[in-house]
């Protein structure tokens, strides 16, 4: 096993039902640190920048659109093999066929209201956490 970073971003339908608390308290009790973190409201230049990989899918403006529409946490989440914890702890994408006891289970609303995002890849972490944090944020 190796200690790795991960972003994790608490989705505007997880902030707006005021849920940040109970889903870090998953990530920690699965063994995961929140070693940075800042609530903001991103805006539409920014969510486009972020989610560019899927710019040619049909979903990529709504997802855009949803995730301007209220504030969002992100954070650096360490842990042993932490992308992989981060992917079982949030279950799959859409809620309804997520495993009984992962976030999206217990609080996605949708698909694109699933109410957590997480890196897939060491390279894609690397890349969405020095998108939202300058080394001198991250505190391990």
Known sequence: ??????????????TRRDLTGRINARFEESGLRVIAQRRLRLTREQAEV????????????????FMCSGPVVVQVLEGEDAIKANREIMGATN?????????????????????????????????????FFCTMDIVG
């Open 1 to 14: 096993m190796a200690l790795e970073r991960t972003l994790s971003i608490i989705k505007p339908d997880a």
């Open 95 to 131: 809620p309804a066929n997520a495993d009984d006891g992962t976030i999206r289970k217990e609080f996605g609303e949708s698909v694109e209201a699933n109410s957590v995002h997480g890196s897939d890849s060491p390279e894609t972490a690397a890349w969405e956490i020095a998108y």
């Open 50 to 65: 972020f989610y560019a990989v899927h710019k040619e899918r049909s979903f990529f403006g709504d997802l855009c659109g």
